[in-house]
């Protein structure tokens, strides 16, 4: 049995980098690894000390999304039982996707390679993503008679409609300059300079208002799903709380801003 840790863990200051920790299997999405790493975010955003999550992974391949073996190796089942397998690993991993946006720290994807079908969706999931220029993205479910209905619900929340159903329809893979475009993803860096613009930005995020971000973030998820009127209504309700509210940093920040100093926040 393999011993080693799906999901590795390691806090840097304020930044907990997660690693998926199967190279040799092209990092899926099992059971037990979607398991382990929404553990290992749930832990992450109960530490205190945490204000940025980065999601990364060991070998050449991001994640080659659900586990195919997984999910036929259990054809000797009778069909009523393969049904409730395959029914569990699509619920966990639709919980795992919901719990990256309804964390409240800010998840930044840091991609090495080919992110593919529910690979490509927990790119999509995290709140910002940067992509090598050897990094791919794909939804080739067509391709052997699936389609990626499960990882659209993601990806068509990044991108254009049309653009999710070109990825879906025709199964190829689009590059990580075209995935930028499309706004799958934000920044394209070069395959050395991955890890250092990754701690750039989660470093730059983590030295802004915790307390701001953890509402900020809940708000936009929430009032991108409704009217826009609702949505208005959402967002002005948040902000007046933010900037009346005695125990958060509005005041702080827009002193300092006036000041022309360096805010202390408060924290969480």
Wanted: hydrophobic fraction near 40%; proline fraction near 4%; include cysteine.
């Amino acid at each position: 049995m393999d011993k080693e840790p799906y999901v590795i863990s390691e806090k840097i200051g304020h930044v907990t980098w997660l690693t998926l920790n199967r190279p040799k299997q092209r990092n899926p999405l099992s059971n037990d690894m979607m398991l382990f790493l929404k553990e290992s975010l749930d832990n992450a955003a109960e530490n205190q000390e945490t204000r940025v999550i980065v999601i990364k992974a060991n070998g050449p391949v991001f994640s080659a999304g659900h586990s195919l073996k997984e999910m036929s190796a259990k054809r000797d089942l009778s069909e009523n039982s393969r049904q409730q397998l395959i029914k569990m690993i699509l619920a966990n991993c639709s919980t795992l996707m919901c719990s990256i946006m309804s964390n409240p720290k800010p998840i930044i994807a840091s991609v090495q390679g080919p992110a593919t079908a529910a690979g490509c969706q927990l790119v999509s999931a995290c709140d910002l993503a940067i992509a090598t220029n050897e990094s791919s993205f794909c939804t080739p479910g067509v391709n052997i008679g699936v389609f990626c209905t499960t990882p659209l619900v993601g990806i068509a929340r990044n991108i254009h409609r049309k653009h999710a159903m070109e990825m879906a329809l025709t199964g190829d893979a689009i590059t990580a300059q075209k995935a930028e475009r499309y706004g799958l993803i934000n920044e394209v860096v070069n395959s050395e300079d991955l890890e250092s613009a990754t701690t750039a930005l989660a470093k730059k995020i983590a030295s802004r208002s915790a307390q701001t971000i953890v509402a900020g973030k809940a708000m936009f998820y929430k009032q991108i799903e409704v009217p826009i009127a609702d949505a208005f209504a959402l967002a002005n309700e948040t902000m007046l709380n933010n900037i009346m509210s005695k125990a958060g940093d509005a005041d702080e920040g827009i002193g300092a801003f006036l000041e022309k100093r360096t805010p202390n926040w408060k924290g969480l």
